[in-house]
């Protein structure tokens, strides 16, 4: 019935529960979840999760917040791209939060290590045809317009995708629906101060959005606080139908088919 987006089961706090969650998963009628890679070292083990379980699937990508880590190459993401059950590219995108907290007194305009990692995965995407899990966080001009000037602008035969755990405003979702990408809505939706995100959840048109938990993070409420799991994610739908005053059956049918849309392969198990 539900589908969890966008989870990481490989993080600290999750990857020894691996069976509560599925088990908790079921009860909770979400049938199936992403596992996003965030960085080459952890790829393997993402990858492990989806060939052992039929319900799970992995992407390939290195977070644009880290730092210290392998630095993927154009090559190595198609090749890992490949390999089954890997139905996308990502976590990629910009983060410009909190730069001088952050970043040691770094600028923006120091962070071109960020942008050309970005560019490298969206000419993965576009070569293996699989859509991106793109973040952007304090960044969405910047993100919106490299991916526009990497052809990803709305037009033919662009690789698509998903901008996760969406945070920012109804100009940006509208920016990010003209060039023919989707926008995935967390637990964040639920939080008494997100009024301005519920505006946005009303304004995105059913068939371009998903619903994720980010897990472990995020939890929505009556969790907040606590560890997330994929089997929290039909709060997130109850809330999406609250706002647009429908059934969250409906919100579960249309996020589940936009996800089967975006990302080939991923159909319920039998």
Not at 3 to 10: E, G, K, M
Not at 27 to 44: P, Y
Not at 92 to 100: A, N, P, S
Not at 163 to 183: K, M, N, P, Q
Request: net charge negative.
């Amino acid at each position: 019935m539900f589908v969890d987006s966008h989870c990481h089961l490989t993080y600290p706090e999750l990857k020894d529960r691996i069976g509560e969650i599925r088990q908790a998963m079921a009860a909770a009628q979400v049938d199936r979840a992403l596992c996003i890679c965030t960085t080459l070292e952890e790829f393997d083990g993402v990858h492990a999760l989806a060939v052992q379980y039929d319900n799970l699937w992995a992407t390939v990508g290195v977070h644009p917040d880290n730092e210290g880590v392998l630095e993927p190459t154009y090559e190595q993401l198609v090749a890992l791209a490949a390999r089954p059950r890997v139905v996308g590219i990502g976590e990629t995108g910009l983060d410009y939060y909190q730069m001088e907290e952050r970043k040691g007194g770094r600028t923006i305009a120091d962070l071109d290590w960020q942008r050309a990692r970005f560019r490298t995965h969206i000419r993965a995407a576009r070569t293996t045809g699989k859509p991106l899990v793109i973040h952007t966080r304090d960044s969405a001009a910047d993100t919106l317009r490299i991916l526009r000037e990497e052809g990803e602008d709305g037009s033919a035969g662009q690789a698509g995708g998903v901008f996760h755990c969406f945070s920012e405003t109804v100009d940006v979702a509208r920016a990010v629906l003209d060039i023919g990408y989707h926008v995935s809505f967390s637990g964040i939706l639920t939080f008494k101060k997100a009024e301005s995100l519920r505006e946005v959840a009303a304004f995105v048109p059913l068939d371009r959005m998903l619903i994720e938990t980010d897990s472990p993070y995020l939890a929505p409420v009556p969790y907040r606080g606590k560890v997330n799991s994929p089997a929290y994610v039909p709060y997130v739908a109850q809330e999406i139908a609250k706002v647009r005053g429908l059934d969250v059956e409906r919100i579960a049918d249309a996020t589940s088919r936009n996800f089967e849309h975006l990302f080939k392969g991923v159909a319920t198990p039998a």
